[in-house]
């Protein structure tokens, strides 16, 4: 990931060096300390408009290219670890199952929106009623609008199928 010229405008200092300068380095994980994203997960600019994860950063910098189609997994579960030794290449199968046996897969598909108005059994009901999506909007605390997305299959997507 070598440093670019875009736009006129250069990154002056190489990735290498700005990248390893945000690592605290511990007997265990080695933890970014740069900006970490909410979801735990950080990113870095690699050039001008340009940001990538920092784990993917460090695979690149130790190992060379990811191949094209593949992620970079954690042995450890700490999303802004970037210590070589807890990272390994898997397709994006593997790290969907990976998420799920770390009990992880929660986070994607169950809503957390404490501002949720239906319930799943909620969305079940409405989906199988027979009645118009204005007669539903009368019975549940949504708008008919509401009603027809998720007759359509919007939101709610872990109760789709």
Partial sequence: MPNRDIGGRFLS???GMRFWDKVQKTDGCWLWTGSVERNGYARMEVRLDE???VHRIAWALIHGPIPDNMCV???CDVRHCVNPAHLFL???GENNTDRRDKGRNDDRR???NPLAKLTD???IEIRNATL???ALAKLYPVSARTIRKLRSGFGWKHLNG
Avoid: A, Y
């Fill in 13 to 15: 200092v190489p990735l």
């Fill in 51 to 53: 940001r990538e994860l």
């Fill in 73 to 75: 997994l954690h042995r």
């Fill in 90 to 92: 898997g397709t994006k």
């Fill in 110 to 112: 169950v809503p957390k």
């Fill in 121 to 123: 059994e909620q969305v």
């Fill in 132 to 134: 118009g999506s204005r």
